[in-house]
T-cell receptor, first 114, second 114 residues
Framework: AQTVTQSQPEMSVQEAETVTLSCTYDTSENNYYLFWYKQPPSRQMILVIRQEAYKQQNATENRFSVNFQKAAKSFSLKISDSQLGDTAMYFCAFIVFGNEKLTFGTGTRLTIIP | DAGVTQSPTHLIKTRGQQVTLRCSPKSGHDTVSWYQQALGQGPQFIFQYYEEEERQRGNFPDRFSGHQFPNYSSELNVNALLLGDSALYLC?????????????FGPGTRLTVL
């Protein structure tokens, strides 16, 4: 069975600082995708960043980047120059290629303090 | 380009009743997945529809059923509602050829069972 673990239920950081959210996962599959989703109070689940497991290069999207360690099954999200609009629940998730079923972690509630 | 839409936004039912939730996928998408998100938890996969058939199912009882229409929209039906069915129900759409690695979520339907 595939599992995703987010060990930080809540985090807070000052505006403009950098914050890193942790995620570990477990799977016996070799071909999969990893995701970070953001869910603000509006409830809409928004894709932040995606990483293909076969790619060694870490994905980057503007202020968001990941540290993907395949051997350690670790997939952390770094948010640089944090902004008030980054306040949200963040979910780590993964999908086995061809399976199409997303498996989510329990989330990290991130608060950006003005 | 309309994204994923869901209706209704909120719903209140009593135990034993039946409920139907609706989802319209993003334009061009042919696959719809349903997730249940209990308060404070990550979404859990219920099932997925493609070509009007259930293609995959998570660990949910038969009280949960669905349907996909020729225009790719989908319904989630829950019979004999229990208090534990209270949750946010999320619909996600994707294109089958992408292997599910690009799922776009709707804003969800908040179901409260009294």
């Amino acid at each position: 069975a595939q599992t995703v673990t987010q060990s930080q239920p809540e985090m807070s950081v000052q505006e403009a600082e950098t914050v890193t959210l942790s995620c570990t996962y477990d799977t016996s599959e070799n071909n999969y995708y990893l995701f970070w989703y953001k869910q603000p109070p509006s409830r809409q689940m928004i894709l932040v960043i995606r990483q293909e497991a076969y790619k060694q290069q870490n994905a980057t999207e503007n202020r968001f980047s990941v540290n993907f360690q395949k051997a350690a099954k670790s997939f952390s999200l770094k948010i640089s120059d944090s902004q008030l609009g980054d306040t949200a629940m963040y979910f780590c998730a993964f999908i086995v290629f061809g399976n199409e079923k997303l498996t989510f972690g329990t989330g990290t509630r991130l608060t950006i303090i003005p | 380009d309309a994204g994923v839409t869901q209706s209704p936004t909120h719903l209140i039912k009593t135990r034993g009743q039946q409920v139907t939730l609706r989802c319209s996928p993003k334009s061009g998408h042919d696959t719809v997945s349903w997730y249940q998100q209990a308060l404070g938890q990550g979404p859990q996969f219920i099932f997925q529809y493609y070509e009007e058939e259930e293609r995959q199912r998570g660990n949910f009882p038969d009280r949960f059923s669905g349907h996909q229409f020729p225009n790719y929209s989908s319904e989630l039906n829950v019979n004999a509602l229990l208090l534990g069915d209270s949750a946010l129900y999320l619909c996600a759409s994707s294109l089958a050829v992408t292997g599910g690695n690009e799922q776009f979520f709707g804003p969800g339907t908040r179901l409260t069972v009294l």
